[in-house]
């Protein structure tokens, strides 16, 4: 099935494809993990944050007093105190014309924004006293309106959030393409609906923690942080606060969940490093679950009016949206809270061969908390809104949606492929995803039980959707912007005197297995066995620049800089080996830790001989030779701005009528990632990317009262998806390598959370279909399925 | 401080003494005063349960209960599972199949699936995930640990002559 050719993965002993477990998962099932809150260190104090209790609110006074006096209390800031040690900032990009927003701060000056935005921040000896301590502060409020509606924040007169800013709109784009006009006119049905989605978070298991280590001797700060990419927040450091590139390290070790969560700018953790700073010893900051609610940033919170038209025939022929995203007081630092929306525009409709496409994006603040990018950025509306469209466009000419999506899929062997919106797609598998999909599932045969249950009074549905995943971003995303976030990634291997191999990477780990995956392709490529390959990541002081663990990169990018190190590094002991044996190095090889002749496999010496060699038996070695037993490669996708892979998801749910409940039943997802590392992890990534989007799709959300009150901040209120109410998941691929790595690796990690809702969504309309009632908001809870039924 | 209470215990096997404040729950307690970190607060309301752990034999979330109420208690850790192997064929289990990825829920998964088999020795599927409905995992989908834990249950009945 591999369509790539041979290549250095292909070597004997290959662990290219194979479900190596997770050498670095041992530490975690013995307890043994080390996350920042683990961490003590001298003289260490504790951070706790007093929050605005209002969605909008002028702050006339802050009297700390009494707090600050209180026995291990070491200090209690406000803004005023922090002015001018660090410089405030502001979330746009200069590639997102028109993206406006206001600066920000650690603490809020003179008026706070949203319900949970830090005020003041109070250090003490420990977490406790600095808990009991922070209700000594008193404030002294004026409550201001609250504008907390996306829509009526754009009303004309609608008092701006942002002063400075003159209106509450942060950023518009619109996209015209093809005749859309003339499609609709001259189409057989149109389909019409209105969608929202709800405001959701991340919920991390491990709360946003932060450790400062400011050592005033030597003016060196350590921060240990729990993040997806270091070399980005000492980069964020360095612009913002009084230090020099030498005198900033970042280590991030074990993350306890992060889902684009921890990859943003937040003012509480600013606040920590500017005290750290400001008091000279270690200041810890671990947020609570509260106020991980109403603190972390938000994710989607979208209504979208979409519009399908399609023939008889079954074309679709145009497709126009209107999308409306809330993202609260400001753009999220430094990526912004306008790639959201952006890709949803972007990527509605991108799988279908529709040519003629219509959207409208507008962003707007709110007085709730920032919105930004989340696990599968946009996709998962971009999805249910094509999707469940689709759906409704095969009702409306009685034609079987797996037909019509059939009918409609870029046909495989159509690439490279540009969509309307303008994305470049090099090399896709729709229509062989979904012939797969359709086969897996037994589609026939689950539409003659459905039909059968029906008939009892059992009422089952199957939705289906396609996807496509943006996954190894290039420099076009961020970095052209002005925001300090690298493309490339880079990997440094280094041959040890015992024949092990220490590799560093700038790719970062919080649990999705990119340590076992690029020591796989270094193993590999290497010829030496995986238990040998020591892997280094998250510290800015230890290993080569790079990006970090985001958008689907770590294995694609860091992969193949990990696979290019390799083979330079073979290069070199193989040169060595060379000298050493008086043998041409290209008739060497290395293979399971031993220096061979490559045509007969005959072994020549052990691997570790050639690292004695080189590093104590300089003696022994001519003259010329100096072993050189260190390589670093570095590697940045430039050909396409985006490797996108796509896949089909499907769900089968039953719909109890009586109380709105929904069961699932089953899920499948068809995924083509290109080449597979490790297929046991790739398939968990899939696997938990679905449950999010389950989750979104059912259960999650952050509910607000008109005031921007927050009605449901703990996760007693706030619903995650569980064992109990979840399937099980059954995964299949298909492989289609990117071409432009050797690797031919492209992302896995938000697939999943790409196509399960829409893939649910599309289920339970499937089962109200006998009914006449339909759902368009998300999360579908068993209340709106009742009133979507006129049950309630 | 008139607010602090003696208590004797046994943590891991090994006999425990200190003076903790009456409001110290037993996960702070773990963690703060025994650098026991293998335990975890997640939400320290009761709902996530990565900070289970085992109290006089029976799983107990950490977060809800006051480590001065635990005088002349046993607490097991994941610490103490561990060293003891009473778990290993579990954690082996996870780790091959991969029934985990960030870990930091995984301590009090695993406390509470050695109780879920000591008491129902070959669960179904459907018994596994509703035993583990108290313990919240945002990675791995559950489906993992659910397969995870049905293997172990294999092994300990075929180890046992069947079931």
Same mark, same amino acid.
């Given at each position: 099935?591999?369509?790539?050719?041979?290549?250095?993965? =292909?070597?004997?002993?290959?662990?290219?494809?194979?479900?190596?477990?997770?050498?670095?998962?041992?530490?975690?099932?013995?307890?043994?993990?080390?996350?920042?809150?683990?961490?003590?260190?001298?003289?260490?104090?504790?951070?706790?944050?007093?929050?605005?209790?209002?969605?909008?609110?002028?702050?006339?006074?802050?009297?700390?007093?009494?707090?600050?006096?209180?026995?291990?209390?070491?200090?209690?800031?406000?803004?005023?105190?922090?002015?001018?040690?660090?410089?405030?900032?502001? #979330?746009?990009?200069?590639?997102?014309?028109?993206?406006?927003s206001a600066p920000q701060h650690p603490l809020a000056v003179e008026r706070a924004c949203w319900q949970g935005e830090p005020v003041a921040a109070l250090v003490a000896e420990s977490r406790?006293?600095?808990?009991?301590?922070?209700?000594?502060?008193?404030?002294?409020?004026?409550?201001?309106?609250?504008?907390? =509606?996306?829509?009526?924040?754009?009303?004309? #007169?609608?008092? %701006?959030?942002?002063?400075?800013?003159?209106?509450?709109?942060?950023?518009?784009?619109?996209?015209?393409?093809?005749?859309?006009?003339?499609?609709?006119? @001259?189409?057989?049905?149109?389909?019409?609906?209105h969608f929202t989605v709800a405001r959701h978070t991340g919920v991390c298991p491990e709360t946003r923690s932060i450790l400062a280590d400011f050592n005033p001797a030597d003016r060196q700060?350590?921060?240990?942080?729990?993040?997806?990419?270091?070399?980005?927040?000492?980069?964020?450091?360095?612009?913002?606060?009084?230090?020099?590139?030498?005198?900033?390290?970042?280590?991030?070790?074990?993350?306890?969940?992060?889902?684009?969560?921890?990859?943003?700018?937040?003012?509480?953790?600013?606040?920590?490093?500017?005290?750290?700073?400001?008091?000279?010893?270690?200041?810890?900051?671990?947020?609570?679950?509260?106020?991980?609610?109403?603190?972390?940033?938000?994710?989607?919170?979208?209504?979208?009016?979409?519009?399908?038209?399609?023939?008889?025939?079954?074309?679709?022929?145009?497709?126009?949206?209107?999308?409306?995203?809330?993202?609260?007081?400001?753009?999220?630092?430094?990526?912004?809270?306008?790639?959201?929306?952006?890709?949803?525009?972007?990527?509605?409709?991108?799988?279908?061969?529709?040519?003629?496409?219509?959207?409208?994006?507008?962003? %707007?603040?709110?007085?709730?908390?920032?919105?930004?990018?989340?696990?599968?950025?946009?996709?998962?509306?971009?999805?249910?809104?094509?999707?469940?469209?689709?759906?409704?466009?095969?009702?409306?000419?009685?034609?079987?949606?797996?037909?019509?999506?059939?009918?409609?899929?870029?046909?495989?062997?159509?690439?490279?492929?540009?969509?309307?919106? #303008?994305?470049?797609?090099?090399?896709?598998?729709?229509?062989?995803?979904?012939?797969?999909? /359709?086969?897996?599932?037994?589609?026939?045969?689950?539409?003659?039980?459905?039909?059968?249950?029906?008939?009892?009074?059992?009422?089952?549905?199957?939705?289906?959707?396609?996807?496509?995943?943006?996954?190894?971003?290039?420099?076009?995303?961020?970095?052209?912007?002005?925001?300090?976030?690298?493309?490339?990634?880079? *990997?440094?291997?280094?041959?040890?005197?015992?024949?092990?191999?220490? /590799?560093?990477?700038?790719?970062?780990?919080?649990?999705?297995?990119?340590?076992?995956?690029?020591?796989?392709?270094?193993?590999?490529?290497?010829?030496?066995?995986?238990?040998? &390959? @020591?892997?280094?990541?998250?510290?800015?002081?230890?290993?080569?620049?790079?990006?970090?663990?985001?958008?689907?990169?770590?294995?694609?990018?860091?992969?193949?800089?990990?696979?290019?190190?390799?083979?330079?590094?073979?290069?070199?002991?193989?040169?060595?080996?060379?000298?050493?044996?008086?043998? &041409?190095?290209?008739?060497l090889d290395i293979r399971a830790d031993w220096i061979i002749d490559a045509a007969s496999g005959a072994q020549r010496i052990r691997l570790h001989e050639v690292g004695r060699a080189g590093?104590?038996?300089?003696?022994?070695?001519?003259?010329?030779?100096?072993?050189?037993?260190?390589?670093?490669?570095?590697?940045?996708?430039?050909?396409?701005?985006?490797?996108?892979?796509?896949?089909?998801?499907?769900?089968?749910?039953?719909?109890?009528?009586?109380?709105?409940?929904?069961?699932?039943?089953?899920?499948?997802?068809?995924?083509? *990632?290109? +080449?597979?590392?490790?297929?046991?992890?790739?398939?968990?990534?899939?696997?938990?990317?679905?449950?999010?989007?389950?989750?979104?799709?059912?259960?999650?959300? !952050?509910?607000?009262?008109?005031?921007?009150?927050?009605?449901?901040?703990?996760?007693?209120?706030?619903?995650?998806?569980?064992?109990?109410?979840?399937?099980?998941?059954?995964?299949?691929?298909?492989?289609?390598?990117?071409?432009?790595?050797?690797?031919?690796?492209?992302?896995?990690?938000?697939?999943?959370?790409?196509?399960?809702?829409?893939?649910?969504?599309?289920?339970?309309?499937?089962?109200?279909?006998?009914?006449?009632?339909?759902?368009?908001?998300?999360?579908?809870?068993?209340?709106?399925?009742?009133?979507?039924?006129?049950?309630? | 401080?008139? =607010?602090?209470?003696?208590?004797?215990?046994?943590?891991?096997?090994?006999?425990?003494?200190?003076?903790?404040?009456?409001?110290?729950?037993?996960? =702070?307690?773990?963690?703060?005063?025994?650098?026991?970190?293998?335990?975890?607060? #997640?939400?320290?309301?009761?709902?996530?349960?990565?900070?289970?752990?085992?109290?006089?034999?029976?799983?107990?979330?950490?977060?809800?209960?006051?480590?001065?109420?635990?005088?002349?208690?046993?607490?097991?850790?994941?610490?103490?599972?561990?060293?003891?192997?009473?778990?290993?064929?579990?954690?082996?289990?996870?780790?091959?199949?991969?029934?985990?990825? !960030?870990?930091?829920?995984?301590?009090?998964?695993?406390?509470?699936?050695?109780?879920?088999?000591?008491?129902?020795?070959?669960?179904?599927?459907?018994?596994?995930?509703?035993?583990?409905?108290?313990?919240?995992?945002?990675?791995?989908?559950?489906?993992?640990?659910?397969?995870?834990?049905?293997?172990?249950?294999?092994?300990? !009945?075929?180890?046992?002559?069947? +079931?």
């Amino acid at each position: 099935m591999t369509e790539r050719p041979l290549s250095f993965l =292909d070597r004997p002993n290959s662990y290219i494809g194979r479900s190596v477990p997770r050498p670095n998962a041992q530490r975690l099932l013995h307890g043994r993990g080390t996350f920042v809150d683990d961490i003590r260190l001298p003289r260490l104090v504790h951070a706790v944050f007093l929050r605005s209790p209002y969605a909008h609110a002028r702050i006339i006074s802050i009297d700390a007093t009494a707090a600050a006096q209180l026995p291990g209390v070491v200090r209690v800031v406000t803004a005023k105190d922090l002015a001018g040690r660090y410089t405030p900032w502001v #979330g746009v990009l200069t590639h997102m014309k028109g993206l406006k927003s206001a600066p920000q701060h650690p603490l809020a000056v003179e008026r706070a924004c949203w319900q949970g935005e830090p005020v003041a921040a109070l250090v003490a000896e420990s977490r406790a006293v600095a808990e009991d301590a922070l209700a000594h502060i008193v404030v002294d409020w004026e409550e201001l309106p609250a504008v907390a =509606d996306a829509e009526t924040v754009l009303a004309p #007169g609608a008092p %701006a959030i942002q002063p400075a800013l003159g209106d509450n709109l942060a950023f518009a784009r619109s996209i015209d393409v093809g005749a859309v006009d003339d499609a609709f006119a @001259r189409a057989d049905a149109v389909v019409e609906d209105h969608f929202t989605v709800a405001r959701h978070t991340g919920v991390c298991p491990e709360t946003r923690s932060i450790l400062a280590d400011f050592n005033p001797a030597d003016r060196q700060l350590t921060v240990h942080h729990s993040s997806q990419a270091p070399h980005m927040m000492k980069e964020i450091i360095l612009r913002h606060f009084p230090l020099a590139e030498p005198d900033v390290r970042v280590i991030c070790r074990d993350v306890g969940g992060s889902y684009g969560i921890k990859i943003h700018v937040y003012p509480d953790e600013m606040a920590v490093i500017a005290l750290s700073l400001l008091l000279g010893r270690p200041v810890k900051f671990v947020a609570d679950r509260l106020e991980s609610f109403v603190s972390d940033i938000h994710a989607r919170e979208h209504r979208i009016g979409a519009r399908m038209a399609v023939s008889k025939s079954g074309e679709i022929l145009a497709i126009a949206v209107d999308d409306l995203t809330g993202i609260g007081p400001y753009s999220t630092y430094p990526r912004t809270s306008a790639v959201e929306g952006n890709q949803v525009i972007n990527l509605i409709g991108s799988w279908y061969r529709c040519a003629n496409y219509r959207a409208r994006l507008r962003v %707007a603040f709110q007085n709730k908390p920032p919105m930004s990018q989340y696990r599968a950025v946009g996709h998962p509306i971009a999805c249910a809104v094509t999707e469940m469209l689709v759906d409704r466009a095969a009702q409306a000419i009685g034609l079987d949606p797996a037909e019509l999506r059939r009918r409609n899929l870029i046909a495989d062997d159509a690439y490279p492929w540009t969509s309307p919106a #303008g994305l470049r797609l090099e090399r896709l598998s729709h229509q062989r995803c979904l012939e797969r999909m /359709l086969e897996l599932m037994d589609y026939a045969g689950l539409r003659r039980e459905q039909a059968a249950l029906r008939a009892k009074g059992v009422h089952r549905g199957i939705g289906l959707a396609s996807f496509v995943e943006i996954t190894n971003p290039g420099p076009a995303f961020y970095g052209v912007g002005g925001a300090p976030i690298s493309a490339q990634d880079g *990997c440094t291997l280094r041959l040890d005197p015992g024949g092990s191999v220490t /590799l560093a990477i700038s790719v970062t780990e919080q649990g999705q297995g990119t340590e076992t995956a690029v020591a796989q392709i270094a193993a590999s490529v290497l010829g030496v066995s995986l238990e040998r &390959v @020591r892997v280094v990541t998250g510290d800015t002081e230890r290993t080569p620049y790079g990006g970090g663990t985001w958008a689907s990169r770590g294995t694609g990018i860091g992969g193949e800089a990990a696979l290019q190190a390799a083979k330079a590094l073979r290069a070199n002991v193989l040169a060595l080996a060379g000298a050493i044996l008086q043998a &041409v190095p290209d008739t060497l090889d290395i293979r399971a830790d031993w220096i061979i002749d490559a045509a007969s496999g005959a072994q020549r010496i052990r691997l570790h001989e050639v690292g004695r060699a080189g590093y104590f038996r300089g003696d022994t070695l001519p003259p010329d030779v100096q072993p050189e037993l260190v390589a670093t490669r570095h590697y940045q996708p430039r050909e396409y701005p985006f490797a996108f892979t796509n896949g089909v998801q499907a769900s089968w749910v039953e719909v109890d009528v009586d109380t709105g409940f929904v069961t699932l039943l089953k899920h499948w997802v068809v995924e083509d *990632c290109g +080449t597979v590392v490790n297929p046991l992890l790739v398939d968990e990534q899939i696997r938990g990317g679905v449950v999010q989007g389950l989750g979104a799709a059912l259960f999650e959300e !952050c509910s607000y009262d008109a005031q921007g009150q927050l009605l449901n901040g703990t996760l007693a209120d706030y619903l995650v998806p569980m064992a109990g109410e979840m399937p099980d998941i059954v995964v299949a691929h298909l492989v289609t390598p990117t071409t432009t790595s050797e690797l031919g690796a492209k992302g896995v990690g938000e697939a999943g959370t790409a196509g399960a809702p829409a893939a649910v969504m599309n289920a339970i309309n499937d089962a109200l279909l006998p009914f006449g009632a339909r759902i368009t908001t998300q999360p579908a809870t068993p209340q709106r399925i009742l009133r979507a039924l006129k049950r309630t | 401080m008139s =607010d602090a209470i003696d208590i004797r215990l046994t943590v891991n096997g090994e006999p425990v003494a200190r003076h903790v404040p009456a409001r110290q729950n037993l996960v =702070d307690f773990l963690r703060e005063e025994l650098g026991l970190t293998g335990t975890r607060a #997640g939400c320290e309301h009761g709902v996530c349960g990565a900070c289970t752990v085992r109290v006089d034999g029976a799983a107990t979330r950490a977060c809800l209960i006051f480590a001065a109420q635990l005088d002349g208690a046993r607490v097991d850790t994941i610490e103490g599972l561990s060293e003891s192997g009473e778990i290993a064929d579990l954690q082996a289990a996870f780790h091959a199949r991969n029934a985990l990825q !960030c870990g930091f829920c995984t301590a009090g998964m695993l406390v509470t699936t050695a109780e879920l088999l000591r008491d129902i020795p070959a669960p179904s599927r459907a018994e596994i995930r509703d035993h583990l409905s108290g313990n919240y995992c945002r990675c791995t989908g559950y489906h993992a640990i659910v397969d995870a834990i049905e293997t172990v249950a294999r092994q300990r !009945c075929a180890a046992k002559g069947g +079931t």
